[in-house]
């Protein structure tokens, strides 16, 4: 196999390839871009027009997407995928991922629309380069712009597998977008109602892409992936690289989808978040419940009906998002 479809292998050792441009048998460029960043690129006549950038490892200990990145470029550098599209593949912490660590001192997914300018550190460094990179690979006119980024999360969930989907004000979800991903093996999808400083939200905010942040099971170490089921996924990812998608009947197959009723903000040490530690995302809430306390008797207290729970966490650095509380959606807002 071509040693840049060893991505993987060169960030976990921080090595850069000698070669950092190399041809598949079957005319598809590889191109090094700098660490965990790789361009593959279409013969001409081949290319369909997709831009498709596949992310993973902002979070370095979310490891079944890192795997499944890894199987895709092994399958294109041996010639057995064959790319229509263009695609970007970014490993987003290599440091992270190197030390097994959700973060080593920010997290990058906190770091993007501007945030990274207001800090320091090679996370911010790092946030600042991922935009870069994005940037540069949809600058280009007149293609259409796909962007995953996938994830795995903290604690186990009722809902397996769903995506996020950021806001731009002005800007419709799309129906076919979500059909997609319905497809794909998410049950559900989290329609953003404000802007915000991930990933996906830079790339749908700033860059026109359809963006989604996808969460697809627990984060365990490498290797310990089996109870990841991104078959679904794996497959359709294929189809858009190969550009063998079936055509879609826009039905979303029993898609579940939420919006954000609100987000629980840490402001302080004093914040308590009044939840089992072992609690499933997408738990529900009654209405009435005393959800966390914060310094200056701020109390958040559960008022909608059908309101869940997703990313509790109260260890997240004062000023950031300590959890989301989220209720049922209704798909006729979409596009
Ligand atoms: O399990 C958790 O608490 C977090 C899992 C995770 O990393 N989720 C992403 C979601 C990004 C988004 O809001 O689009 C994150 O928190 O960065
Ligand atoms: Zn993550």
């Known amino acids: 196999m071509l040693a840049l479809g060893k991505l993987l292998e060169l960030t976990l050792a921080g090595r850069e390839p000698a070669e950092k441009t190399q041809l598949t048998v079957d005319g598809v460029r590889m191109r090094w871009l700098g660490e965990g960043a790789l361009e593959v690129r279409p013969p001409e006549a081949r290319d369909n027009g997709q831009d498709l950038l596949l992310s993973a490892g902002i979070h370095g200990n979310e490891t079944a997407p890192i795997e499944l990145l890894d199987r895709l470029l092994h399958d294109i550098a041996r010639g057995d995928l064959k790319p229509r599209a263009r695609i970007l593949f970014l490993f ?3 440091e992270a991922i190197r030390r097994g660590e959700r973060y080593i001192e920010q997290d990058v997914n906190r770091l993007f629309n501007g945030r990274h300018d207001q800090s320091s550190g090679a996370e911010a460094l790092r946030a600042c380069e991922l935009e870069r990179l ?3 690979f949809f600058s280009v006119p007149e293609r259409t712009r ?15 597998q769903f995506a996020l989907y950021p806001y731009k004000e002005g800007r419709q979800h799309s129906r076919r977008e979500l059909a997609r ?7 559900a999808v989290l329609l953003q109602s404000k802007v915000s400083i991930t990933f996906t939200a830079y790339t749908y905010e700033q860059l026109e892409a359809e963006a989604f942040t996808l969460e697809l099971g627990k984060a365990r170490p490498f290797g310990e992936n089996g109870q990841v089921n991104v078959e679904r996924l794996e497959t359709r990812l294929k189809q858009i690289i190969e550009g063998t998608e079936p055509e879609e009947p826009q039905a979303l197959d029993g898609l579940q989808l939420f919006s954000v009723a609100r987000e629980i903000i840490k402001h302080s040490e004093h914040f308590r978040l009044n939840l089992p530690a072992d609690i499933e995302n997408f738990s529900e809430l009654e209405p009435g419940y005393l959800l966390a306390e914060d310094i200056a008797d701020t109390r958040w207290i559960v008022e909608e009906q ?3 729970i997703i990313f509790p966490n109260p260890k997240v650095k004062n000023g950031l998002r300590a959890g989301i509380l989220i209720v049922p959606a209704n798909p006729e807002q979409l596009g």
């Open 306 to 308: 059908g309101a869940r």
């Open 181 to 187: 991903l319905s497809a794909a093996g998410m049950e």
């Open 146 to 160: 796909l962007h995953y980024d996938l994830h795995t999360a903290i604690r186990g969930s009722k809902i397996e």
């Open 134 to 136: 994005a940037a540069t």
């Open 92 to 94: 987003g912490n290599p």
